[in-house]
């Protein structure tokens, strides 16, 4: 089918269906995804063959910083994504035109490493292509344009669902969707780690394309187990939202590296190269001696770690039963913990700014018992999570938006399916 007669099929409500399981509002979808078609027309012209596809950012719900550890991690595809309109060409070439980007050319024939790509889209398209060959299955050409509204530097993942997506056309294109959502996950991150040089876990991947609330535990990384929750989180009465404090994360590295820096001190004095494989009733019964030799952050950032890690499945459970107030407990303890002993929620370097302490004290103040929030992602600066009832979003809404700006406030859905073909 060619743009024209895809752009009908939007417009005759062909796809409300899949838009109503994909995002909040089906008519501002009809027009992304129309809007997505005509840029594609203007740089390729009217092809055949035209094939739309999605692939999810996503929420931590629990684990805050401890799927370095090898911990367990429950996570959540939401309905702000990257989406792309694709035809296949003739060639070996793959080009893609994200918006805001200059178009990024390669030559599937070629899946070398190329330094000079680092850390850019063009070596995550190229990683993506040399795991598909790697593990056997099809790579062919194809001319893509691509939008985004997954938020940056907001801990919703926007390169592992670029990733994703690109995983799921040469998937979908190439080899008839037979490459299942788990293995698409680990090529994104072998892509993500190899080629565009980050040493990242499975984690964002993994909730990008499996999709729904994902339970992960990476106690063996090469082999996670992998546990899908299906549940409507709208059914509890709660909005899930996250808020941009407009923290600068240009100068915390070293921030977040201190975290896995000081876990690997303790985990290295407990005989061990990990935190997951640390005996607890030693690590409490060297208390002492951990003190002396690794600081008292470092030992309370490893106490975070044994509770953070039992509390994800708690959580699970919770979710799995539907029991929505003992998940909220849940959430807020974790926030607590993140706050008191892994200490995330503001650098030491820059005490001035401390927008995520901020938000959080608005947040708990305006939601009493009656919610959770906490810190979102690795922290120091950007966003904080929230559980806000649904009669009291609107309010929420305009208080902490008094603060840090209209549109700071971000609800999100959580959508059932992770990297999709739109059929």
């Known amino acids: 089918m060619n743009i024209s007669g895809t752009k009908q099929k939007i417009l005759s409500g062909y796809f409300d269906d899949t838009f109503g399981m994909l995002y909040t509002n089906v008519s501002v979808a009809k027009s992304r995804y129309i809007k997505a078609c005509d840029e594609f027309e203007k740089l390729y012209g ?3 063959n035209i094939r739309l596809f999605s692939a999810p950012g996503r929420t931590e719900i629990g684990g805050n910083h401890t799927d370095h550890q ?3 991690v429950l996570a959540g595809s939401v309905d702000l994504d990257v989406i792309a ?3 296949e060409n003739e060639s070996n070439i ?5 918006e805001g980007f200059s178009m990024d050319e390669i030559d599937i024939t070629d899946i070398c490493i190329h330094k000079e790509e680092t850390e850019k889209a063009a070596s995550l398209i190229r990683g993506v ?8 299955y099809n790579v062919g050409g194809f001319d893509a344009y691509t939008t985004s509204n997954v938020l940056k530097g907001s801990g919703l993942s926007s390169s592992a669902a670029f990733e994703v997506l690109v995983a799921n056309i040469i998937n979908g294109v190439y080899n008839s969707s037979g490459v299942d959502a788990v293995t698409i996950a680990k090529y994104s991150q072998f892509a993500e780690r190899e080629y565009f040089g980050k040493p990242c876990g499975l984690l964002d991947q993994m909730a990008s394309s499996v999709g729904g609330f994902t339970y992960a535990d990476f106690n063996d990384p090469a082999n996670p187990v992998i546990e899908k929750i299906d549940l409507d989180l709208s059914k509890s009465g709660y909005t899930l939202c996250v808020v941009d404090t407009g923290g600068n994360h240009a100068d915390l590295t070293q921030d977040y590296a201190d975290i896995t820096i000081e876990c690997k001190k303790i985990s290295n004095e407990l005989g061990v190269e990990f935190l997951r494989d640390a005996d607890e009733k030693q690590f409490y019964g060297k208390m002492s001696e951990l003190r002396k030799s690794c600081g008292d952050r470092a030992v309370l950032r490893a106490f975070h ?3 953070e890690n039992k509390r994800v499945s708690y959580q699970r459970e919770a979710l799995k039963t539907k029991d929505f107030k003992k998940f909220f407990e ?3 303890a974790s926030g607590e913990s993140s706050y008191k002993y892994l200490q995330n929620i503001y650098s030491t370097s820059n005490t001035s700014e401390q927008g995520l302490s901020l938000a959080l004290a608005l947040t708990k103040q305006f939601i009493g018992n009656d919610g959770a929030c906490r810190v979102h992602g690795g922290g120091f600066a950007g966003t904080i999570q929230c559980y806000i009832k649904n009669e009291q979003l609107a309010d929420y809404k305009q208080m902490i938006e008094q603060v840090f700006g209209n549109g700071s406030c971000v609800t999100l859905k959580i959508r059932s399916v992770g990297g999709y073909e739109i059929k």
């Open 305 to 307: 770690f044994f509770n």
């Open 330 to 332: 849940f959430v807020n």
């Open 85 to 87: 309109v694709v035809s």
């Open 70 to 72: 090898h911990g367990k």
């Open 94 to 98: 793959i080009r893609i035109k994200s």
């Open 46 to 48: 009217d092809r055949d």
């Open 129 to 136: 292509c040399a795991a598909f060959k790697k593990g056997g």
